[in-house]
């Protein structure tokens, strides 16, 4: 019987690689004091046969706040990203971070994808990272 998706703290897998990406591709997500958490998954989710989720950037609601003490949570589904490299695996995260925007008043909101892809991952790494 399917309990459902099993979800544990993603810190002590991902929670220094997270740091690191923050640090040297979103900096301004840290200078803005939004607060960034991640979860693993272990279950894998996927919208269609053509469309695997690899991860998920779910902004918390104010009224959650109270129990979960992020602005954001990052989830990485790893039975789809099970064979991922370290390097696929901060692609991952970076473009998770790219979610993330900060208005002109630093009030931080969800974003979406500038094309199916972000824009600077296309550049930097290709369309088909994932698929290395």
Do not use: T
Request: a negative charge; aromatic letters at 10%; proline letters at 3%.
């Amino acid at each position: 019987m399917d309990k459902g998706p099993a979800y544990a703290s993603g810190d002590e897998i991902y929670g220094e690689m997270l740091s690191d990406v923050l640090r040297n591709n979103r900096p301004d997500i840290l200078i803005a004091g939004v607060s960034v958490g991640v979860v693993r998954c272990s279950k894998k989710k996927v919208v269609s046969r053509d469309h695997i989720v690899f991860g998920e950037c779910k902004k918390i609601d104010e009224i959650y706040k109270i129990y979960c003490p992020y602005d954001f949570l990052i989830i990485i589904y790893e039975e789809n990203c099970a064979e991922f490299s370290e390097e696929q695996m901060r692609i991952l995260l970076y473009h998770e971070l790219l979610h993330i925007g900060i208005d002109d008043k630093g009030k931080p909101y969800k974003k979406a994808h500038d094309i199916e892809e972000f824009n600077e991952i296309f550049l930097l790494h290709g369309l088909n990272w994932h698929r290395k």
